[in-house]
């Protein structure tokens, strides 16, 4: 065999070693940086009910934290398409580091201003974080872009141990300043999270890439696109929704931070847990299916709500809940890589997780409000109306389809 067809055998072993190395990283990024998340959530409640000037405010930093991912998903789209994905990632890692320095100096100074703006910074590496799913599948073939994509979502699984053990086992280390250690470990993690992604080798963007494709206009009045922006924005909706009011209920309950931290560790896994196989039920299934499992997941989680509240209520609504948000919201997901050309993939992504976040922001600031005045009951049942907006918008799809095949 010459030189050069030895080297054309070798060259495909190579490069799926390279796209295997590059979703490793990523998926271990997204353990790390999930981590970082999920103290914000555990937390961010918590904090807000001991340092807001009034107690309605209370899950406001949560809040922040969301419009904080909407600000900053299409800037960090921009620095992507001009600079790579790896330059965003270290910025948002940047920002993962900032979070924690700002959110233990918040709680030593009795800030309740200052842990907001450390929540906004975390929100802003988040939004960096979920670009991970998208810049995986973009770095192989397309027939193993769901897979790809679900095997960097399953990181989130180690995120799930993580993030609570890490509100375990510091949040007394500095008393009588609770959470203050717990914030400088999350700095540490991101630190660690940013040596990782260095490693990351993905193919910086063309000037066809940044200059070419079709107008986003365009783009967004496909109805497949407008059905999978309004799934991804109603499973990630509900899951912040009811995650964002569920510690700070249980606490009203009378149940333990340990009870909490457990079930937020709980909701976590079975968020990302899924995503070992959710790939391999999109290409059998179709994504479609798998998103609408997703949603019945999510109500489900709002009836178990419903009928007590309990622990074990409470834990079994959250993990529900997580099962839901995978299969929603992963199944989205896989809808837009449907929607765009490799040329427009960074404005189409950045696009659609603009719109999810900032829809999101807005159940986020009500979750706070109506769990204060009306109680958690109240919260479970307007998750519902959501839900029938997704369900009604891929029987919509589906049938457009249908006739299309049909003609």
């Not at 000037?207 to 499973?235: D, H, K, N």
């Not at 964002?244 to 709980?266: D, H, I, K, V, Y």
Request: glycine letters at 12%.
């Amino acid at each position: 065999m010459s030189h050069a067809g030895a080297t054309a055998g070798l060259l495909p072993v190579s490069e799926r070693r390279h796209e295997a190395g590059n979703v490793a990283r990523l998926a271990i990024g997204q353990a790390l940086a999930g981590a970082n998340s999920t103290v914000v959530y555990a937390t961010g409640a918590i904090v807000g009910n001991m340092l807001a000037p009034d107690k309605a405010l209370a899950t406001l930093p949560i809040s922040i934290f969301v419009v904080g991912m909407a600000a900053c998903t299409l800037p960090a789209g921009a620095i992507a398409r001009r600079h790579g994905r790896r330059a965003a990632f270290l910025a948002g890692t940047g920002c993962g580091v900032l979070v924690g320095l700002i959110s233990a100096l918040a709680v030593l100074l009795g800030s309740f201003w200052l842990f907001c703006l450390g929540t906004f910074f975390g929100g802003a590496y988040a939004a960096v974080v979920l670009s991970f799913r998208f810049a995986a599948a973009d770095g192989v073939p397309a027939a193993r872009r769901p897979r790809a994509l679900s095997l960097v979502m399953a990181g989130g699984v180690f995120a799930g141990v993580i993030g609570p053990q890490l509100v375990t086992h510091t949040m007394y280390l500095w008393m009588p300043h609770l959470f203050a250690a717990t914030f400088l470990a999350q700095a540490g993690v991101a630190a660690l999270c940013a040596l990782v992604l260095l490693g990351v080798r993905l193919p910086m963007p063309s000037a066809a890439e940044m200059a070419a494709g079709r107008p986003l206009s365009v783009i967004a009045r496909q109805p497949r696109f407008i059905t999978a922006v309004i799934c991804g924005v109603v499973s990630y909706l509900l899951m912040n929704f009811l995650m964002t009011a569920a510690p700070l209920a249980m606490r009203l309950c009378g149940l333990s931070q340990e009870s909490a931290n457990l079930g937020l560790q709980w909701h976590v896994i079975a968020m990302y847990a899924p995503s070992f196989f959710t790939g391999r039920l999109i290409t059998r299934f179709g994504a479609p299916r798998v998103v609408t499992a997703g949603l019945a997941l999510i109500a489900a989680s709002a009836v178990t709500g419903l009928f007590g509240q309990d622990v074990g209520h409470f834990w079994g609504s959250l993990i529900l809940l997580g099962l839901g948000w995978n299969f929603g919201f992963v199944g989205a997901s896989a809808l837009v890589l449907e929607c765009h050309r490799p040329e427009e993939r960074t404005r189409v992504q950045s696009l659609n997780d603009f719109i999810v976040f900032g829809t999101m922001a807005l159940g986020s600031f009500a979750s706070g409000g109506l769990l204060t005045v009306y109680g958690w009951d109240t919260v479970l049942w307007v998750s519902f109306a959501p839900l029938g907006l997704a369900v009604a918008a891929l029987a919509m799809t589906s049938a457009a389809r249908r006739a299309g095949a049909a003609a």
